[in-house]
């Protein structure tokens, strides 16, 4: 066997040395995974061996995976594995079955009499008397992409164009601008939404508090824009970063509002006499796992001794309760309503 690696991080790369190792008989492979912050194992490395080559693929870095996944399920290959339970899982979840033929040498070991799961490096030691150097079994293989997450938006500008670059054939340049204007849009749509929506609700406590200055549209900007900058610059410091500190409740405040507006729906379509069990399901759902989600949140919150969120937490729990009591209230309302109007037209 060839003791130098071949690394392969590109999309040709990979199809180059799938179709060098395509005729032969038996390939050895092991996978490294991450699966700390999935419900599944993620790939992260994968390493082969097979026709004297050593093959080191790094999946994260190769945009079609077709041409490994056409070698490792080829039936004339027999794919050798040590310990393949974890391995196996990666390649069912990606694909829905598991590759075979298969030869698993630690099932295998353990029929030759060797003690049950036992480990590469004991099995091997067992055999030959040589004890490998197995530092890193457990090692972090998608550590090298911490780097790239935590690069922001430049990051997303400089990966993406590489992407776009690749797959469409356009110049990097052109792709890094491209890119980046996606950003922009992105992030002054997203903060014109929100500046709307808060303006129109400091409107509406205008009316119902019958405040005629918050009725007016400049001020009614004037008070959303200000309470952004308080909260980016007041609790942010002179970086602005004060969103951030509220953004571990985005997803169950957004699932939160997901509720009201399936209840907002619901509400019309009963009013209209339409069936609306097609919202009313969603919205019971939506608002249930919010309302779980938020509890769930509440003692790891607790725990770390961030209690600023713990405040806020409790506010979403009890706004979740709210939706839930105004959906049963409102829609026996409109249904005595709907009622009424049938029995005023007999």
């Known amino acids: 066997m060839n003791k130098d690696l071949i690394f392969i991080d590109s999309d040709s790369a990979l199809t180059q040395i799938c179709g060098q190792l395509q005729g032969c008989s038996w390939l050895a492979v092991d996978t490294e995974f991450e699966r700390v912050n999935t419900y599944y194992p993620e790939l992260c490395l994968l390493q082969m061996a097979g026709n004297g080559m050593t093959v080191v693929i790094d999946p994260l870095a190769i945009a079609d995976l077709k041409p490994l996944y056409d070698l490792l399920y080829a039936p004339s290959i027999l794919k050798v594995f040590h310990a393949a339970r974890q391995d196996l899982e990666i390649f069912f979840h990606s694909q829905g079955e598991v590759p075979v033929p298969l030869f698993d040498t630690q099932i295998a070991a353990s029929l030759c009499g060797y003690e049950d799961q036992i480990g590469y490096g004991t099995l091997v030691e067992s055999i030959t008397g040589h004890k490998l150097p197995k530092l890193h079994t457990r090692a972090d293989w998608e550590a ?203």
């Open 144 to 346: 090298m992409y911490t780097s790239f997450g935590a690069g922001g938006v430049s990051a997303f500008v400089q990966g993406g164009a590489a992407i776009v670059s690749n797959g469409l054939g356009l110049s990097v340049q052109f792709s890094a601008t491209l890119l980046t204007v996606m950003a922009v849009l992105f992030a002054g749509t997203t903060m014109d939404a929100g500046v709307r929506l808060q303006r129109y609700i400091v409107q509406e406590w205008g009316v119902i508090y019958n405040l005629p200055l918050l009725k007016n549209g400049y001020l009614a900007t004037l008070v959303a824009v200000a309470a952004c900058l308080v909260l980016a610059f007041g609790a942010g410091g002179s970086q602005g970063t004060g969103g951030m500190i509220i953004w571990p409740l985005f997803g169950t405040t957004n699932q939160l509002l997901a509720g009201l507006t399936l209840l907002v729906i619901s509400v019309m379509l009963v009013k209209l006499g339409r069936p609306a069990k097609y919202t009313m399901i969603p919205m019971v759902f939506v608002t249930s796992m919010a309302f779980l989600s938020a509890l769930y949140q509440l003692w790891d919150l607790y725990a770390s001794g961030n209690y600023l969120l713990v405040f806020l937490d409790v506010l979403i729990i009890i706004a979740a309760v709210f939706v839930m009591l105004e959906a049963s209230s409102a829609l026996m309302r409109e249904k005595r309503s709907a009622a009424e109007a049938v029995s005023a037209t007999e």
